[in-house]
């Protein structure tokens, strides 16, 4: 019984100490918000899709999908119409 409850915490630990480090390198990062974000209505999925524009890439917008098991991304380059757009 002791071995159990001595597994469990030290699993317990294992994942907090994770999650902590997983903060602690993102505590400083840029957040930004999508251009635009919306869902796909299919059969049996979820699909949530996220348009922006890369910080390192203003001439570009990157898609983002993701379902419930996948996650997808794609990047081009705008057309000049896009571009005076969001000036």
Same mark, same amino acid.
């Given at each position: 019984m002791k071995k159990i409850v001595l597994f469990s915490i030290l699993l317990?630990?294992?994942n907090a100490n994770a999650l902590s480090?997983?903060?602690?390198k993102s505590w400083m990062n840029k957040t930004i918000e999508p251009d635009v #974000?919306?869902?796909?209505?299919?059969e049996g999925y979820?699909?949530?899709?996220?348009?922006f524009t890369p910080l390192t890439d203003p001439g570009a917008t990157c898609i983002m999908t993701f379902t419930n098991e996948k996650m997808g991304m794609y990047c081009f380059p #705008?057309?000049?119409k896009a571009i005076v757009k969001t000036k």
């Open positions: 317990f630990a294992i480090w997983s903060q602690l #974000k919306y869902n796909i209505e299919t979820n699909v949530r899709v996220y348009e #705008k057309t000049d």
